[in-house]
């Protein structure tokens, strides 16, 4: 089993920064990718920003130039570091990953998700 633990959240006024982190542990073999996803109340949860193993990114278009995706291969862990926050960005941060794990003796791939960090961001 693989679990996905956030950190980093919490209430920052705007014009801020924070940075969440996400790492993997359990029976992880390899990441094929993290991500970040995010959900306000009321609204479809949305993709924030992406990175492959290779190092390929991609951002939602409300984000660019604001928020950078990163990761530490020999720690499992990805990173979002959020500036110049905005109101609209609070909401729910939802750690992604796909994972190669072992079961059973045989090597299965799957989409992991963490439980979520708050993020809220003050006018």
């Known amino acids: 089993q693989v679990q996905l633990v956030e950190s980093g959240g919490g209430l920052v006024q705007a014009g801020g920064s924070l940075r969440l982190s996400c790492a993997a542990s359990?029976?992880?073999?390899?990441?094929?990718?993290m991500g970040w996803y995010r959900q306000a109340p009321g609204k479809q949860r949305e993709l924030v920003a992406a990175?492959?193993?290779?190092?390929?990114?991609n951002y939602a278009d409300s984000v660019k130039g604001r928020f950078t995706i990163s990761r530490d291969n020999a720690k499992n862990t990805v990173y979002l570091q959020m500036n110049t926050l905005k109101p609209e960005d609070t909401a729910v941060y939802y750690c992604?990953?796909?994972?190669?794990?072992?079961?059973?003796?045989?090597?299965?791939?799957?989409?992991?998700w963490g439980q979520g960090t708050q993020v809220t961001v003050s006018s």
């Open positions: 992604n990953a796909i994972v190669v794990t072992y079961y059973g003796g045989s090597a299965y791939q799957g989409d992991y």
């Open positions: 359990g029976s992880v073999l390899s990441i094929n990718s």
């Open positions: 990175i492959t193993s290779g190092g390929k990114t």
